[in-house]
């Protein structure tokens, strides 16, 4: 009995979804907002969050990311580009080690408001079995590094005009 209490806590588990939504309003086209978003090379002069990003934006091509999410904790994952959609967006999903313990998918979206505004937005939904465990950590840092990237692109984009 207890083994199918346990089987039936950690198959719940990993259904408990954690999730990250922020966006940003720019004062810019949507066409300049992909550009410095897919210029990956330049990510470490504006971007406090993502300081390195490479690779192929390119469905099932993997990219290598680092980001910062604090002063003392930093990352390194290698996820696989899932969407991409020129002007539009583009997605990544990573894992920490097997499927199941602890995915991400991580989203940017571009929405066009008028000829001369912007929005984005900034997303990511996270499954698995340790994200109740990881949560309460990974979760508000990550959001902060969401909020400093969406502000330190609008400064890029609307002052690189």
Not at 75 to 101: A, N, S, Y
Request: a negative charge; hydrophobic letters at 40%; aromatic letters at 10%.
């Amino acid at each position: 009995m207890e083994w199918i209490v346990g089987t039936l806590i950690l198959g719940l588990l990993t259904l408990i979804p954690g999730h990250i939504h922020t966006e940003i309003t720019i004062d810019a086209p949507g066409d300049d907002v992909w550009n410095n978003l897919v210029a990956f090379d330049t990510y470490g002069e504006w971007n406090p969050f993502i300081q390195r990003i490479s690779g192929e934006l390119v469905p099932q091509k993997q990219l290598d990311i680092n980001l910062v999410l604090d002063e003392t904790s930093s990352m390194h994952f290698t996820p696989d580009v899932v969407w991409v959609e020129k002007q539009k967006g583009f997605c990544w999903k990573g894992r920490l080690g097997m499927p199941l313990i602890f995915d991400g998918r991580h989203c940017f979206e571009i929405e066009k408001i008028n000829a001369t505004t912007s929005r984005l937005i900034q997303k990511e939904r996270f499954n698995g079995l340790l994200v109740w465990l990881v949560y309460p950590w990974v979760i508000p840092k990550s959001k902060k590094g969401f909020e400093a990237m969406n502000n330190a692109l609008k400064v890029r984009v609307e002052t690189t005009r």
